[in-house]
């Protein structure tokens, strides 16, 4: 009885251990396998998320760039001059810490170093009541009182911009603060808190005269937003108007590691970036790419319309397929149709870049307020 209750021997336990160890293993492998196929599941799908999610929030802004500013001589101001809480815009004082605001549907700005992103701005109005201009009938710069051949449409508080139809960049912002209707009479002054007019006329731009344009942005102003990348992410600087430290900045997506543009323009030049039997300037279809800035007025009525990528980074970091060799995730450089994304390195062996892969996302967006404009 005593040898029957004696229990497991020393090689059945070893034994029994042993089993145990290689189902555990098993098991581990098969756990490890599943994971790694679901977090590249899940990737991938990140990826296709937040790169669509960034595509289309910069379409939706492109789309509506424009509005309310597509007049030739709005086209050629230039940086804007403004001001706001007793500062003037860099145009008018050196070194000043407000944003240099360019009239622009879609300013592209592209940096010096091809590792860094471009730009992309966008500018539109928001005024639906008076999207037509009103001529300058008179001027008075020491009352900074403008009378206008008729202020129907005009409010107090709407945000206006003064346009030289003479002088390519005398353009001024400011806040309309008295309306006197009966002699289609506006003022720029302070009854409000002062942010956006100075004293009288201060330091702004003289040499207005009759028949130079105002146009109306609305109460709340011109929309112009920027957007740029930031740490792999989509960032956006909003509300350059209304701050002295330019604008609200809030990151969108993640996962985006470069963004890239180009102006679509109908100036009749073949750079080999569009296929067509002919090219004519002015006939309404895009005969060239290109990421150099328009250089006047002129320049900035052929652009008609914009195309953007964005490259999305699936966050799974992925081994090297060779024990000690060199990532080999992404052999391959990315590219879209305007060319490559130089801000990631996949020609270096040892860069860290191509131990992750990524996904192109790209479109072309008509401008159709610059297709539409009246001049």
């Known amino acids: 009885m005593r040898s029957r209750r004696s229990g497991f021997t020393l090689v059945e336990i070893l034994v029994a251990v042993a089993i145990g160890l290689i189902g555990i293993l098993v098991m581990m492998q098969a756990y490890l396998v599943g994971e790694n196929f679901n977090r590249a599941t899940l990737g991938e799908g990140g990826a296709q998320t937040n790169g669509l999610l960034a595509l289309y929030q910069i379409e939706r802004d492109a789309r509506m760039s424009g509005y309310g500013i597509a007049f030739t001589e709005a086209l050629g101001c230039g940086e804007i001059s403004w001001y706001y809480e007793g500062a003037y815009s860099p145009n008018i004082t050196a070194g000043s810490t407000l944003a240099r605001v360019t009239v622009a549907p879609v300013l592209i700005t592209v940096n010096g170093t091809p590792s860094v992103p471009d730009r992309l701005t966008v500018m539109y109005g928001n005024e639906s009541e008076r999207v037509l201009p009103a001529a300058l009938a008179n001027i008075n710069t020491a009352a900074a009182e403008l009378g206008m051949d008729g202020s129907q449409g005009y409010t107090v508080r709407d945000k206006v911009l003064l346009?030289?139809?003479?002088?390519?960049?005398?353009?001024?912002?400011?806040?309309?603060?008295?309306?006197?209707?009966?002699?289609?009479?506006?003022?720029?002054?302070?009854?409000?808190?002062?942010?956006?007019?100075?004293?009288?006329?201060?330091?702004?731009?003289?040499?207005?005269?009759?028949?130079?344009?105002?146009?109306?942005?609305?109460?709340?102003?011109?929309?112009?937003?920027?957007?740029?990348?930031?740490?792999?992410?989509?960032?956006?600087?909003?509300?350059?108007?209304?701050?002295?430290?330019?604008?609200?900045?809030?990151?969108?997506?993640?996962?985006?590691?470069?963004?890239?543009?180009?102006?679509?323009?109908?100036?009749?030049?073949?750079?080999?970036?569009?296929?067509?039997?002919?090219?004519?300037?002015?006939?309404?279809?895009?005969?060239?790419?290109?990421?150099?800035?328009?250089?006047?007025?002129?320049?900035?009525?052929?652009?008609?319309?914009?195309r953007m990528a964005v490259l999305a980074r699936i966050g799974t970091f992925e081994k090297p397929s060779v024990s000690g060799g060199n990532c080999d995730a992404t052999t391959v450089a990315p590219t879209w149709s305007g060319g490559s994304f130089p801000a990631i390195d996949i020609a270096t062996p040892t860069s860290q870049d191509r131990c992750y892969r990524y996904r192109v996302f790209e479109t072309t967006v008509p401008l159709r307020n610059m297709i539409w404009r009246l001049s």
């Open 163 to 306: 346009v030289s139809t003479s002088a390519a960049g005398r353009c001024v912002y400011g806040e309309v603060t008295v309306k006197v209707p009966a002699t289609h009479r506006l003022t720029f002054g302070q009854e409000f808190n002062p942010k956006f007019n100075p004293v009288a006329w201060g330091a702004f731009p003289t040499g207005f005269a009759a028949g130079d344009l105002l146009i109306n942005f609305g109460v709340t102003g011109p929309v112009v937003r920027t957007y740029s990348i930031n740490a792999g992410k989509l960032r956006v600087t909003d509300g350059q108007l209304e701050s002295a430290t330019g604008g609200t900045v809030l990151d969108l997506v993640d996962g985006i590691v470069d963004l890239r543009a180009q102006y679509g323009k109908d100036n009749g030049v073949d750079n080999g970036t569009v296929s067509a039997p002919s090219f004519t300037a002015g006939d309404g279809r895009v005969d060239q790419y290109s990421n150099a800035a328009p250089a006047n007025a002129s320049d900035w009525t052929q652009v008609l319309s914009v």
